[in-house]
């Protein structure tokens, strides 16, 4: 499931590459949720511990994203879509 935030966080990328280069803004945010989809779905434990307590991180390969997410047993909750140039925040 997509928080709020973490659907913010995919709008905003896509407003940011859109302008630059349409096709590569759709394949990253296509990218970003097939990648959600198929590790987080069949393996919620893929990513790494995160950097904030009770979250995980899987790095998006080919892109600089990580998805910060929350399991709660098989239930996984995505909390944001982070650049991984950004500062990262120090709670969701």
Same mark, same amino acid.
């Given at each position: 499931m997509w928080t709020n935030q973490a659907a913010r966080d995919l709008e *905003? &990328?896509?407003?940011?590459? %859109?302008p630059r280069d349409p096709q590569a !803004? !759709? $394949?990253i945010i296509q990218r970003l949720a097939r990648i959600a989809k198929d590790v987080l779905e069949v393996a919620p *434990? !893929? #990513?790494?511990? #995160?950097?904030?307590? #009770? +979250? $995980? %991180?899987?790095?998006? +390969? $080919? +892109?600089?994203? &990580? &998805? !910060?997410?929350e399991v709660d047993r098989d239930d996984v909750r995505i909390v944001s879509v982070i650049h991984s140039r950004r500062v990262w925040p120090e709670a969701f």
């Amino acid at each position: 499931m997509w928080t709020n935030q973490a659907a913010r966080d995919l709008e *905003d &990328i896509h407003s940011f590459l %859109e302008p630059r280069d349409p096709q590569a !803004a !759709a $394949r990253i945010i296509q990218r970003l949720a097939r990648i959600a989809k198929d590790v987080l779905e069949v393996a919620p *434990d !893929a #990513g790494r511990p #995160g950097r904030v307590e #009770g +979250t $995980r %991180e899987l790095v998006v +390969t $080919r +892109t600089p994203y &990580i &998805i !910060a997410y929350e399991v709660d047993r098989d239930d996984v909750r995505i909390v944001s879509v982070i650049h991984s140039r950004r500062v990262w925040p120090e709670a969701f």
